[in-house]
């Protein structure tokens, strides 16, 4: 039932897009424009599965999960079908998560069935688990078991120290995995901080997951992605070593960035984060030596004109903590989100046409904003990255990034944060961000593009300088 042709049969009018798919059992998302897809698509000529997630107002598809078995490899139109009918029940496999705290083992394990769904149908069923190992107060293990029919499975394993709860803190523990009554992974000595998590994905029972190359156009087309050139190279990255971060891709490893966009959540939670970051210094700019200076980790953006968690946020958290005691900034960090308590904002962006240090204009391709943004980057590396450190900064299409304003008060007994403090907390204008939902505007992802290009362009220097200096080591200069 579930093998199919190597090439479709889908005519090429009748296809909403295009894949690339390696042998192997495929499971992936696609957005699609309004009336491409009513109830579901096929995968050439196979059998598929579609789980629809969001439609359009006229009923349409908007994003959906798509699975199919492919046997060989090739290139498959994707096009609108009938909706496959059926379910089937998989048998799941043993999994289970033992964390060893100070001698005492605690144990979560799969439970043997699962009600929480996600994808449901004729050829695959996820289904998710929230389990509290041994009755732990605050770790939660988060299994998200795909299966196929016919056998194999993908269990996801998420393992996070974030309830809200008393007694609620850093916690160190040995850690074995274990899926299929096989060890499949452990570490010793992990320190979980709180609100932090991890997460592994194992595969059992022989599954063969395809690989996907996506066709970006339905991405496009339904404005779930802004358009990005096919000419623009992506440069080979390895999930090896220290990466970009410098701190390795251990399971609580840093990312290069994180960005959160009008966050809604108390402020009380990043107020350990803000105590940590004024408690130290940074790399700082240095000419002479070329010591380039520390970039932003984590940029909170929130906008001006963001009623949801400037209004109405603040609003519910007063009905709802009328009896928890606080004053002061305590009590309104408890109120607000980050983005709209004064004592952690750091910096303002918004569009100032009369400034453009790239010269770029409307008449524009992106593929010549790319190239001058390129430039600003380069000039910016040059330099060190001082600017970063500046009251102001201008950056290509007209957006200006200023901290003269800020308002941060946490700490430090200047009041000010210290130089090239790697958190970022921004007042968005609403000509970059407008409301809670605007997050796709066209110069909030300049401004992400612009930062995050340049943060990569330093990890590339660095791990150069590395490469380097290791083979100095291997072959010392006579």
């Not at 909403?16 to 096929?42: E, K």
């Not at 409307?362 to 000039?379: D, G, H, K, P």
Request: glycine share 8%.
């Amino acid at each position: 039932m579930i093998a199919g042709p190597v090439t479709q049969t889908a005519g090429a009018s009748d296809a909403v897009a295009t894949y690339r798919l390696g042998p192997g059992w495929a499971t992936f998302g696609i957005a699609l424009p309004p009336t491409a897809a009513a109830n579901a698509v096929q995968v050439g000529t196979l059998p598929t599965q579609t789980d629809v997630k969001v439609r359009w107002p006229d009923g349409s598809i908007r994003f959906g999960v798509v699975s199919v078995r492919v046997a060989s490899g090739g290139t498959y139109a994707i096009a609108s079908a009938s909706r496959m009918q059926g379910e089937f029940a998989p048998t799941l496999p043993p999994a289970s998560v033992t964390f060893t705290i100070g001698g005492k083992p605690y144990v979560a394990s799969l439970p043997s069935v699962l009600t929480d769904s996600w994808l449901a149908g004729p050829l695959v069923s996820e289904r998710r688990a929230v389990v509290a190992p041994g009755g732990h107060p605050f770790l939660r293990v988060i299994f998200d078991v795909r299966s196929y029919t016919g056998g194999g499975h993908r269990v996801d394993v998420a393992v996070e120290n974030c309830l809200d709860v008393a007694g609620a803190d850093s916690v160190t523990y040995d850690v074995v995995v274990t899926v299929g009554d096989v060890r499949v992974y452990s570490q010793t000595g992990v320190k979980h901080k709180y609100l932090a998590r991890w997460r592994k994905v194992f595969t059992t029972g022989g599954l063969k997951e395809a690989s996907v190359a996506p066709d970006m156009a339905p991405f496009v087309a339904a404005r779930a992605l802004p358009p990005f050139l096919p000419t623009v190279a992506a440069p080979n990255r390895s999930t090896t070593g220290n990466g970009v971060s410098g701190t390795g891709f251990g399971i609580l490893g840093f990312g290069d960035l994180t960005v959160l966009i009008n966050p809604a959540f108390e402020a009380t939670r990043f107020e350990p984060l803000a105590q940590a970051a004024v408690a130290r210094r940074y790399v700082v700019a240095d000419q002479s030596s070329k010591q380039r200076a520390q970039l932003p980790l984590l940029i909170v953006a929130t906008s001006r004109t963001d009623e949801a968690t400037g209004t109405a946020f603040p609003l519910f958290r007063r009905v709802s903590t009328p009896f928890e005691r606080a004053s002061g900034a305590e009590r309104s960090a408890n109120i607000r989100t980050i983005g709209w308590e004064s004592r952690y904002k750091t910096h303002e962006i918004k569009v100032d046409p009369a400034s453009n240090p790239c010269n770029t204009t409307n008449t524009m391709n992106f593929t010549q904003r790319l190239a001058v943004e390129a430039q600003w980057s380069e000039s910016q590396r040059n330099a060190q990255y001082a600017s970063f450190n500046n009251a102001t900064l201008a950056l290509c299409d007209s957006l200006v990034l200023s901290s003269e304003h800020h308002t941060w008060s946490v700490g430090n007994g200047d009041q000010r944060p210290p130089a090239y403090m790697p958190l970022w907390i921004v007042q968005a204008d609403k000509s970059v961000i407008d409301g809670h939902n605007d997050f796709l505007n066209d110069h909030f992802v300049d401004f992400i593009r612009q930062v995050y290009y340049t943060i990569l362009r330093d990890g590339d220097d660095r791990m150069d300088e590395m490469r380097e200096r290791g083979r100095q080591r291997v072959h010392p200069a006579p």
